[in-house]
């Protein structure tokens, strides 16, 4: 006897665009790089858990921007042990000096996405 399944839905994961400061929930993909609907730029893979910040935020965005750019991403505490992601931008060179091994930094440092401070 054959059972026909229905397709188990897709989830969906957070991307952010640095540049008109907006995000969407992309479909998972081989290339966690894509084009920004909005304005043409990139977006980047930032987590399921990513929570986004006001566009006017500027300095919420530049926290999450820096963090990004130290290799981290932002999926669920639930399964990680370590110290909670930085509230403030003015904490994250030493959140990011004192955790080099934090559970949340799952890439490899990349400097070009570092924000003008």
């Known amino acids: 006897m054959q059972v026909n399944r229905m397709p188990s839905p897709q989830y969906l994961i957070a991307h952010a665009c640095f540049d008109c ?19 043409g730029g990139t977006i980047y ?18 926290k999450v921007q820096a963090l990004f750019a130290a290799g981290f ?27 080099p091994a934090h559970p949340l930094r799952v890439a490899a440092p990349n400097n070009s996405f570092k924000p003008n401070r």
Do not use: H
Not at 24 to 31: I, Q, S
Not at 47 to 52: D, I, N, P
Not at 74 to 98: E, H, M, N, Q
């Open 45 to 62: 893979e930032m987590g399921r858990s990513f929570k986004v910040p006001p566009a006017k935020d500027l300095e919420q965005w530049a």
């Open 21 to 39: 400061r907006k995000s969407f929930k992309v479909a998972p993909r081989p290339d966690p790089v894509a084009v920004c609907p909005s304005c």
């Open 73 to 99: 991403r932002f999926f669920s505490y639930r399964s990680t042990s370590g110290p909670s992601l930085p509230d403030r931008l003015a904490d994250v060179d030493a959140f990011i000096g004192d955790n």
